[in-house]
């Protein structure tokens, strides 16, 4: 928002050149963060004028132009409010009267405002690409209608779109492919990861484009032109640790109370002592997360006053000395829990640093606060690539104290033992070391999860049928068998040995949609999603809804493998 400001104050001086479409910033994400339709936005603000806290809310908080409040902390007027939600208007806004964007803030959160005004830089998450199928309006942002179709397309963290989610994603794409190549958009797509193996493959089964790869390799490893090893300054230094003959839990304690006595008992000051005085935590699972804060409150200050029997002893009695970094923390305590760990130590002057900053692999992508250079890693990460993305959070301050990385093995694990076997090979080559992704997005099962949302998306946005009770008007016809083929063609790049099973599987897919839609009465017409009647079957149900359905189909990209049941047979012991 910061950047999108400037460039619409520039259009509008040269609106001539530059035209009446206002550069602006969209975000489309899930409704546990922004609120999805107008009513809910109205409802929300409704809430937070009325002081009652919300998980929910509207992100920008103050105006990226001038810095005044947007949303106030404090009760204040209704015209203190930047923002406007009412049934048929969402309008964010700076209160300052003196601020250029007094009338209108280029910035939009709402899903219903941003399908009727599509911005110009749209932020989403890969969990919204469900709602395609669900809903036509989507489109907007593909070029449907009187929008442009986007130009380019940049997906941070390739690495993560890989196993079940980027085989499930794969079929979205090539979705979204056809649409735009459709209203003439082949957009250039972006994407940066730093731990990633086999990209040429990965790229082909999501994007369906060849890899060209930035910046290129250099006559040299430590000089590729664009990049210059600096061996002037230290880097992160990695230990292993493993204790024989203690259990998991009793080596947490003693490794995490050394490293928390470490900066007193080496007389660390200034920019030093605040870089390790918060340990970043990794936890493998949210069972071991559990742990860690229970032995945090107990177990580690009574190991810590055994070690440091003279002087200042560290108690974590504070309730913001240990900070959870997890999934189980809701969309606004989030920034709270990043606002705490950007707090650096006061040295008695102040509310002090976080102690121990608990976390998952939440953290791997995304957090950036420099201050941090002291991480215990519990157990080795189930990849490399998790590792390296997991342990690259501290020691990021360019000139700062170098990262330091313990990680912490169980004997009783063989995968830890192995690692701390081959501790220094495997660091020394890390990278070497990052596993192939995979992608099969045309694999049957696969297909049978997701092929016939790609092809409702396609029938919403290119055959007519946008409406809810459209669905009920689908006959084959010439440009359904067009879709066919593209769809194939699309299949036979990534995967050829799968082009001729999913032509087949698009073939029945098209006789159950018209024979479904041919067998219902005039007046109980077949429809996507909301039936008159609960009993009335429908084209598309939610997995494990117990409403009749023709399709199951995913309404979220969280969780996108199925389950599957395991019986053992055999005595019990």
Not at 39 to 64: M, S
Not at 250 to 262: E, F
Request: charged content about 25%.
């Amino acid at each position: 928002a910061a950047l999108i400001c400037p460039l619409e104050l520039l259009r509008r001086g040269t609106a001539e050149t530059l035209g009446n479409e206002p550069v602006s910033i969209g975000m489309w994400v899930g409704g546990g963060t922004t609120p999805n339709t107008l009513f809910k936005a109205r409802d929300l603000l409704a809430e937070l004028q009325a002081g009652r806290t919300q998980e929910e809310g509207f992100i920008l908080e103050l105006c990226p132009w001038c810095g005044t409040e947007v949303v106030p902390e404090s009760p204040v007027e209704e015209d203190d409010w930047g923002i406007v939600a009412t049934a048929t208007e969402f309008n964010m806004n700076c209160p300052n009267q003196r601020c250029p964007f007094h009338f209108r803030l280029p910035v939009s959160v709402v899903d219903e405002d941003l399908y009727d005004h599509p911005p110009t830089f749209l932020i989403g998450t890969i969990d919204k690409f469900a709602r395609f199928a669900w809903d036509a309006r989507p489109g907007a942002f593909l070029g449907t209608g009187n929008f442009p179709g986007p130009s380019l397309i940049i997906q941070d963290e390739l690495h993560t779109i890989s196993g079940p989610l980027g085989t499930v994603a794969g079929l979205y794409e090539a979705a979204f492919d056809l649409v735009m190549a459709h209203s003439g958009s082949r957009p250039k797509v972006i994407a940066s990861t730093a731990t990633i193996n086999r990209a040429d493959e990965q790229v082909r089964g999501l994007f369906d484009r060849d890899v060209f790869l930035f910046p290129p390799s250099g006559m040299s490893h430590k000089d590729s032109f664009f990049v210059h090893f600096d061996d002037s300054v230290p880097g992160r230094r990695y230990v292993g640790v493993m204790a024989q003959s203690h259990s998991p839990t009793t080596s947490n304690v003693h490794t995490t109370a050394a490293l928390l006595c470490a900066p007193l008992d080496l007389g660390l000051s200034g920019a030093s002592l605040d870089a390790y005085w918060t340990l970043v935590a990794y936890q493998n699972s949210l069972k071991e997360v559990g742990k860690t804060r229970n032995i945090a409150r107990d177990d580690i200050p009574a190991r810590m006053r055994v070690i440091r029997t003279t002087g200042q002893v560290r108690q974590l009695d504070r309730s913001d000395d240990v900070v959870e970094l997890t999934s189980n923390l809701g969309a606004n305590e989030i920034p709270k829990a990043l606002e705490l760990l950007e707090r650096g130590h006061s040295n008695g002057q102040g509310p002090d640093a976080v102690s121990i900053a608990v976390c998952t692999n939440m953290i791997q992508v995304g957090l950036d606060i420099q201050r941090l250079s002291l991480m215990l890693v519990n157990g080795q990460p189930k990849s490399t690539s998790e590792y390296i993305q997991a342990t690259s959070r501290v020691g990021r301050k360019t000139g700062g104290p170098p990262g330091l990385v313990v990680a912490l093995y169980s004997a009783a694990k063989p995968r830890d033992r192995s690692h701390y076997e081959s501790f220094k090979p495997y660091h020394a080559s890390i990278y070497r070391s990052v596993e192939p992704t995979s992608v099969t997005p045309w694999a049957l099962p696969a297909r049978k999860r997701a092929l016939h949302a790609t092809f409702v998306i396609l029938a919403r946005q290119l055959l007519g049928l946008p409406e809810d009770a459209d669905a009920d008007r689908f006959v084959r016809s010439a440009q359904v068998d067009n879709l066919i083929e593209a769809i194939v063609t699309r299949a036979a790049n990534s995967d050829p040995r799968e082009a001729a099973a999913t032509r087949a599987h698009l073939q029945l897919l098209v006789d159950q949609w018209q024979t479904e839609a041919a067998s219902r009465p005039d007046d109980k017409p077949l429809h996507y999603e909301h039936e008159p009647a609960e009993d009335q079957r429908r084209l598309l149900k939610r997995f494990r809804s117990k409403l009749p359905g023709l399709w199951p189909t995913l309404d979220s990209m969280r969780n996108v493998d199925s389950d599957t049941l395991v019986k053992v047979n055999g005595e019990r012991t």
